[in-house]
């Protein structure tokens, strides 16, 4: 049996990895067969760098070669010269309009079948070589469906191919000779086409972990409660938290709402980050009920004020081999002052508003980059949008996506507006890497309107209720008046 001590520097590992591989995941994978003119990846609501299509392609797009499709309409393969480009691994090549094209170039895809699909050839050791895309698709100037399991694919007229090639993990790059990309065209085409072959050139920047948080003074969050700048902590080992809390809050009613007694469990039934014993919260998403657990912090009852300014974290993992049907909600912050802000009152500036969290549905499992994980993002009821109802924002980041049977530091960030101005500032970190922000954030228009609570809401729907049971575990909730950041192991 490993020592206390091991326990926690195998966790620690552990973590470091996890860290390790989203770093190596963000430069290899950089869009995959679901993208759009938004995402990068549809299914895991992931954004493109700069923000939309257009912007990254402009920015890291480097010319290779000008060619011309015939309008002849008939099959016919056409050959780009690569050998003269900086070979990376993966390597990313796209096929956009050149100056003063007119016309749309059709191109068959790997879902074609066959030697048809687009391919590189080169030599390597005296041998010929052939090199199928692992990924190609095209995208339309602003489209909002993904096309990627099309069996043809479209450059020029506002369309542009984009090809990623993965070599052996190990492969001399420097021994590939005579390297060309091979397309074949469809028999029918739509125009004669000037086209312009390009190499995606995108190093991410390394995101590093924000480690100047509250919590860097206190291991495994032992005294944080205390800290001057903490509102409230609690890491649920002692279960009679849930009477210290309802008292200090001034509640009468249990807090936790149609879920039965709190569930605990206990940390080594969940791989617990800590390595230590104890307990963590189990909220229970049932096919019979929306509502999985609720949890209000109320400031003006505990801390006597309602701040304009908030910082809240937790620890969550989504269960292992757990399947997620549909939408739901996820802690926040809020100020409804049971009036508006949620249930399709919309926020006028003056009634109320909330940011809560938010999940969306697991991702197929037909997805090789991202199947079984869940995209997390926030529900914002911001002020006059138009809408009855909120609106739900991906935070847009691999980091956001969350794998079942692995822990997350989840916080965020909640500055209000000046009243009647676009100024407000949300910002999320995951595990200590500033994964989202904003800073145009329009919550209010009077002043009478702060930070009201600290809303923990798990919450399916929507209406719809789960198609499948499913656990979300929940631990180590800070909230503060300034950065926590994830627990010091």
Do not use: C
């Amino acid at each position: 049996m490993l020592s206390k001590n091991a326990l926690i520097m195998k966790n620690l590992y552990r973590y470091i990895y996890l860290l390790a591989f989203f770093s190596f995941f963000s430069a290899a994978q950089v869009f995959d067969n679901s993208v759009t003119h938004r995402f990068a990846s549809e299914v895991a609501y992931l954004y493109w760098p700069e923000g939309n299509f257009a912007k990254f392609h402009k920015e890291y797009a480097q010319p290779i070669a000008q060619l011309d499709i015939q309008d002849v309409d008939r099959e016919h393969s056409v050959k780009i010269d690569l050998s003269n480009i900086k070979l990376t691994n993966p390597l990313f090549i796209t096929l956009s309009s050149a100056d003063g094209n007119k016309g749309v170039a059709d191109f068959y895809s790997v879902e074609k079948g066959g030697y048809n699909a687009p391919q590189l050839t080169f030599e390597q050791g005296n041998k010929k070589r052939l090199l199928l895309a692992e990924i190609d698709t095209y995208i339309a100037k602003k489209n909002r469906k993904a096309v990627g399991t099309k069996s043809t694919l479209k450059a020029g007229g506002g369309h542009t191919i984009l090809l990623k090639f993965q070599f052996a993990q190990k492969a001399d790059l420097q021994a590939i000779k005579n390297l060309s990309l091979v397309l074949t065209t469809t028999n029918r085409q739509y125009g004669k086409s000037k086209l312009q072959a390009n190499q995606i050139i995108y190093s991410p920047v390394v995101q590093q972990q924000d480690n100047s948080g509250i919590a860097q003074k206190y291991v495994l969050d032992k005294g944080i409660k205390q800290d001057k700048a903490v509102y409230f902590a609690d890491d649920f080992d002692d279960q009679g938290w849930f009477s210290g809390i309802k008292q200090s809050v001034g509640l009468t009613e249990p807090v936790w709402q149609n879920t039965g007694e709190l569930q605990f469990i206990d940390h080594s039934d969940v791989r617990h980050y800590s390595g230590q014993p104890g307990k963590s919260v189990n909220m229970r998403f049932l096919t019979s009920q929306n509502l999985a657990g609720n949890l209000d912090y109320y400031f003006a009852q505990h801390a006597g004020k309602e701040p304009e300014e908030a910082f809240f974290r937790y620890y969550s993992m989504l269960a292992p081999g757990a399947k997620v049907s549909g939408g739901g909600k996820l802690p926040g912050f809020s100020g409804t002052y049971n009036k508006a802000g949620w249930g399709g009152r919309p926020n006028n500036g003056e009634n109320g508003w909330s940011a809560r969290g938010a999940f969306y549905h697991s991702i197929s499992s037909k997805s090789p980059e991202w199947g079984g994980q869940l995209p997390i993002g926030s529900y914002l009821y911001e002020a006059n949008t138009g809408s009855k109802y909120g609106k739900s924002i991906p935070w847009g980041h691999e980091m956001s996506t969350m794998q079942p049977g692995r822990w997350y530091a989840i916080e965020q960030q909640i500055k209000l507006n000046t009243p009647g101005l676009k100024d407000g500032v949300f910002k999320v970190w995951i595990d200590g890497v500033l994964i989202y922000e904003r800073n145009n954030m329009y919550f209010r228009d009077t002043p009478q309107m702060k930070i009201e609570k600290v809303w923990l809401n798990y919450y399916f729907g929507g209406v719809a209720k789960p198609k499948n049971n499913f656990n979300m575990y929940l631990d180590n909730i800070v909230i503060a008046s300034s950065y926590i950041g994830p627990i010091r192991k």
